[in-house]
């Protein structure tokens, strides 16, 4: 999700107001691969849970990743 745009801006700057780890990758890098490159929609996340597209798919995981922290905390009463 490396990129100046202000979308990529915008999604380092929910991941940090969520406390949520990330790792940058510049996928304009990995484009002209030996198999042709591929285009990529950025911002987007890889995750365990899926791959999510655009702000909205970032926000989306993120209430994704809030939801899932209550319920691994209730699990325990």
Same mark, same amino acid.
């Given at each position: 999700?490396? +990129?100046?745009?202000?979308?990529? @801006? @915008? /999604? &380092?700057?929910? %991941?940090? &107001?969520?406390?949520? !780890?990330?790792?940058? =990758? +510049?996928?304009? #890098?990995?484009?002209? $691969?030996?198999? $042709?490159? =591929?285009?990529?929609?950025? !911002?987007?996340? %890889? /995750? !365990?849970? $899926?791959?999510? &597209?655009?702000?909205?798919?970032?926000? *989306? =995981?993120? @209430?994704?990743?809030?939801? &899932?922290?209550? #319920? *691994?905390?209730? /699990?325990?009463?």
């Amino acid at each position: 999700m490396v +990129n100046s745009s202000k979308e990529c @801006e @915008e /999604a &380092r700057d929910l %991941f940090d &107001r969520a406390n949520i !780890p990330y790792v940058l =990758y +510049n996928i304009d #890098e990995h484009n002209s $691969g030996c198999c $042709g490159g =591929y285009e990529g929609k950025v !911002p987007v996340v %890889f /995750a !365990p849970e $899926g791959i999510f &597209r655009g702000l909205d798919g970032i926000k *989306s =995981y993120i @209430e994704l990743s809030k939801n &899932r922290e209550k #319920e *691994s905390e209730s /699990a325990y009463w």
